[in-house]
């Protein structure tokens, strides 16, 4: 890591984004290697992930309009 690194780290901090929004930033932003920890530590948010991905603007059923 950085210190850049870092200091981008406290900003998305500030912004007070969700945990599981920052997971699947990350997991969008993620090499083949990293991509694949990511899914092994978080599967039912990679699955999301992957399921978001391939729905037309995102919206899953069930999804509040």
């Not at 912004?15 to 978080?42: C, G, H, T, W, Y």
């Amino acid at each position: 890591m950085s210190y850049h690194e870092y200091e981008e780290s406290l900003k998305l901090n500030a912004e007070d984004a969700p945990f599981f929004a920052l997971i699947m930033a990350a997991m969008r932003k993620a090499d083949s290697f990293n991509i694949e920890r990511l899914r092994v530590a978080f599967p039912e948010t990679y699955r999301e992930l992957t399921a978001r991905y391939n729905a037309p603007g995102g919206r899953l059923p069930g999804d509040d309009k």
